[in-house]
């Protein structure tokens, strides 16, 4: 079928040997332009020609740039373009989509061939259409150019047919990997921007909320300087004009302030445990525990007789200001409802519980009836009057919200007459070592693991 | 003089009360605006004719005020040559942060929060006495 004049053909074992290497390469590699510049250097030497090259179809349709290429002068891979018309042989090998051969393009009448083939001495043109992938047009096309004229063989063309529709698989593969990566890159841009829009709008309502807050405390704050205020002046300088009964309701005005005080006071921190941000991290509970029992202590209306033990802790994954406030407040609890009958004993200790750690807060005090365990961690919840126990009502509710802000939970268990245990329960490890963590039935108490 | 700047008129007479109660016979004066304590710093307005109108040797200054803010009659007082040195106390009842930070910036020399307590009120009004009006030497006095 050759013709010896036009030169060799392409020897079966050789094309066996250059599709071998080009099929290794087209597997391995994730680099489009190192395909397609070994895909021309090797089709040039199974075909016995130092020029090839791969021209790619633009979205337009009908441009063709020279995307890779081996034997070309500067300046015309990756920059020259060729408009795939009906009197290009290019046009016309991606119409028929069939290999379109141009032996002498010196006698070829039907097409007219860019000036940068003729300024290289390009004689003849093979042109293979590399396919697109399932519901994709073609790739382009790969061109096999010779600087003497050439008969192209049958056995050529088929080889070129099969190397080309490897190439065309290579393409497609890379293609479709680089449309997963588009895809997911777009998403993760859609979703950060998502995010970033949810976290500044998040930020802005905690801003307002803390303004808020702030002018409330502001606000309520100044009428109360008034009534303490004046009531105060009543009784320094108006005694005896008020008489007994008088002089009574101005203390009931300013007993009244200072409760009025310590809700806001309260309030504000109840919706600082709220709405803080709070970084967790693992921490010692011992020494934060050490210092709420000085401050309970400090601030108990009868301190007379309490005790209050604090046994070493493990350490839990909480916020060591948050984790203070609760503990602050469960031991002032603990202090206040005690039995005013007799000496108190208050023991703070942990109790490792699988990949989860208890603060236990126990006394021997008053004691709390099962039928309200729930209510009294509900804000402004009060078992008893203002006369027996001054407080606001809203201790525990920030002790629930505090766990709720480290992840964690709280309970009681008590009985009347009987004391009150109150729990915090948190993380023992931080989350991501939890996966992996400690079987959660081997149960251990803090006072013999610890440390 | 001591100039109070206090939209409150509550605390305003309890400061003034307080003040009695301490025994400091310096006059005090309560202007209770943002906008009137400007005027007085920059000399404009009612007090654009009053050449010869007396510095204070100390003020008292709320940062929320009606019209305009206290850290604008701090920046009054500041931007004025004559009242550039003059201590300024902020009297408010805000412990924010941010509030102080903004104070101490326009140029505050003290900040304190007004105590609920009558006591501590005392306490503190004393302090400034003493402190302010006996202790501290300032340009010009």
Redesign the interface.
Known sequence: MSDPAFGSHVRPSKAQDILAQFAELALRSENLDEILTEACRLVGEALGTDLAKVVELQADGHTLLVRAGVGWRPGIVGEVTIEADEDTSEGHALKTRRPMISPDIGEERRFSYPSFLTDHGVKAVANVVIIGGRDRGPYGILQIDSRTPRQFTEADTAFLQGYANLLAAAVDRLRALDEVRQTAERTRLVLEARVAERTSELTRANELLEEFASSISHDLRAPLRGMEGFARILLDDFAPALGTTGLHYAQRIVAAAKRMENLITDLLSYSRVQRTAVRLRMLDPTPLAHEAAEEALAAAVDPEGVDIIVKPMPPVYAHPVVLGQALNNLLSNAVKFRNPERPSHVVVRGQRHGDRMRIWVEDDGIGIASDDFERIFVAFERLHGEEAYPGTGIGLAIVQAAALRMGGTCGVDSSVGHGARFYLELGAQPPEAAVSGANPNDEQDGDDSAH | MILLIED?T??AE?TR?AFAKAGITVPLVTLGDGATAVAFFEGTGIYADQATRPCPALVLLDL?LPRRSGYDVLRAARANAATRHVPVVVLT??S?EADIRRAYEAGANSYLV?P????A?LGMVRSLDGFWLRFNRNVGA
């Open positions: 409150s509550d605390d309890l009360y929320k009842s805000s924010r007004k609920l307590e009558r006591e009120l």
